[in-house]
């Protein structure tokens, strides 16, 4: 596995750190309130998991599968998988997010949870891709921006795999040209 990757370009501990000063900027913007992470399967549980232990009030979680990726390239076509178990009207909604790359995925989202009244909605995600973008999102809380290369690891995959790397790398190309 650690031989597909080209460069690490964030390390365990620099995520680490990073992720703690998101968690304290989230704590006190929501100091008062109750907050529903919704989070979005798969390539976001490793970063929900750090960031809500590093929370300090009072949440809930809940999860949504959505897909537009085939392989390296974004399909453009979004998918809802799987929705939320709970209605999310009338909370307080912070979307959690690997990656935002085109924002096709993002802008999905938000387009349909924003159908659904909750009470406010804000979006956290660990990296951003700006090389890419096709729809313009508006990021309350962002880990790190990154380079328009494929990455993985820290939950992020290739074909499912490379996910429980702790770093997030660069994959080689010809990982994936390979098949
Ligand atoms: P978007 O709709 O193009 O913004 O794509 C968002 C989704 O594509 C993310 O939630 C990831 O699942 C996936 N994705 C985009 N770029 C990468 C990458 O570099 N590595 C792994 N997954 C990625
Ligand atoms: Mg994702």
């Not at 809940?62 to 009207?89: C, H, Q, W």
């Not at 909370?91 to 999905?108: A, C, F, P, S, V």
């Amino acid at each position: 596995m650690q031989n597909d990757i080209s460069e690490i370009i964030f390390t365990e501990s620099q995520i680490q750190k990073r992720v703690k000063e998101l968690a304290h900027e989230i704590s006190d913007d929501y100091k008062g309130k109750q907050v529903t992470m919704v989070s979005v399967l798969k390539g976001a549980t490793i970063f929900l998991a750090d960031l809500m232990k590093n929370l300090s009030i009072p949440l809930s979680i809940d999860f949504m599968a959505v897909s537009s990726y085939k392989n390296t390239e974004s399909s453009g076509i979004v998918r809802m998988i799987m929705d939320l178990r709970e209605s999310p009207e009338n909370k307080n909604l912070l979307i959690i997010e690997d990656i935002i790359d085109t924002g096709l995925t993002m802008h999905y989202l938000c387009e349909n949870l924003k159908t659904r009244r909750p009470k406010s909605l804000k979006i956290c995600s660990l990296l951003y891709k700006p090389a890419r973008k096709i729809k313009e999102i508006k990021i309350d809380y962002l880990g790190f921006e990154v380079p328009d290369k494929f990455v993985v690891g820290y939950g992020m995959d290739y074909n499912e795999i490379y996910r429980n790397l702790p770093y997030i790398g660069i994959l080689k190309p010809d990982v994936y040209r390979r098949k």
